[in-house]
């Protein structure tokens, strides 16, 4: 899961450090830090964090180790998993077709995000590669049975799967 926090650090050396190393010490991956070391209120320094955790009971010794560490969680955001979509379409595709597409995978409901690569040649066969992140796996069965159903209506070919 995707775990976005603001954090309030005491204002002396060190405390920086501090609040990352829990992450670490849980199999976290810290994906950005913001320090905002010029915005001071109360003695403390605001921190936007963003990582991700395999499951809720890594957070949660997480969070129980900066309870320990005096580090003080103002908010927690978004607390999400996502899953990759990956298509690649072959076929007499058209912009209108792929933008039938687009919007039936956004559709579906929980999707992350969809990035669309589209070849263009000189023939009718067109390529495309459809990709993106679904927040879970019903999200998943149904985008690929909305994807198969496209494929047979459109006569266009549609292989599923190149990452996890």
Known sequence: M???VDLRLKDVPGQLIGALEPISMFNGN???VIHRH???????IKVDLTFEISNQKGLDLILGEWKKREVDVVKIDHL????PLEYVVV????????RRITD????IGDVESIDIRYSISGSKERSAMVSGKVR??????????F??????????????GFGD
Do not use: H, L, Y
């Not at 999400?80 to 899953?83: D, L, M, Q, S, V």
């Not at 007499?92 to 792929?98: A, K, Q």
């Open 2 to 4: 995707r775990v976005n």
């Open 30 to 32: 810290i994906k950005g």
């Open 38 to 44: 010029d915005e001071v209120s109360g003695g403390r």
């Open 80 to 83: 999400f998993e996502t899953f």
């Open 91 to 98: 076929g007499n595709i058209t912009p209108d077709e792929m």
């Open 104 to 107: 039936g995978i956004q559709a």
């Open 136 to 145: 879970n796996r019903e999200a998943i069965r149904k985008a690929n049975k």
């Open 147 to 160: 994807m198969a159903e496209r494929a047979k209506k459109q006569g266009f070919v549609v292989i599923r």
